[in-house]
């Protein structure tokens, strides 16, 4: 209706009847609405979980001690971990380095996203390495860590998803 024909007959018509009037307050509530969502998802279980290392916060950053890793790596260490599905167990064996044969090990298996999903074993010495009762999953990547139990050296891989070692 024209502004002529509404004076015309004598109506005005409703501002609620107009489709621009819908968009200027239906796009910003929607907008308003989608953000609150959005911060809902991005803030829930989860969605915080952090990297398992100790760091130091000093003003906006973050520092890791990465002296086990250079101990590790001037002790020339190496090691293969491997996961037994059929055994049930997990184990560790020396490749390369002077490891402490007679000591027990921790051995670390990091889920990729969530920290719920860590594992950690006690793998403890036998006559070709170390080994624990076990059996994670080999369904996603994990990343590992193996360290001795006072944390003087640390090694750091990663296991694909699907295989066992």
């Known amino acids: 209706m024209t502004e002529k024909n509404q004076q015309e007959t004598g109506t005005r018509s409703s501002p609620w009847r107009q489709p621009v009037m819908w968009l200027v307050i239906g796009l910003p509530v929607a907008v308003v609405i989608a953000g609150i969502i959005m911060i809902i998802l991005a803030g829930g279980e989860g969605a915080t979980d952090v990297v398992p290392d100790d760091v130091q916060r000093t003003a906006q950053i973050q520092t890791a001690d990465l002296g086990p890793d250079q101990t590790a790596h001037d002790m020339r260490l190496s090691a293969i971990a491997r996961i037994d599905l059929e055994g049930a167990f ?56 193996l360290e001795p139990m006072d944390g003087q050296w640390r090694l750091h891989g990663r296991l694909p998803a699907g295989q066992q070692a």
């Open 90 to 145: 997990v184990e560790v064996l020396p490749v390369n380095g002077d490891f402490d044969r007679e000591a027990p090990l921790r051995l670390h298996l990091l889920h990729p996203a969530l920290e719920d999903g860590d594992q950690a074993f006690e793998v403890q010495p036998t006559e070709t390495g170390w080994r624990a009762d076990g059996t994670p999953g080999v369904e996603h990547a994990w990343r590992v860590r």
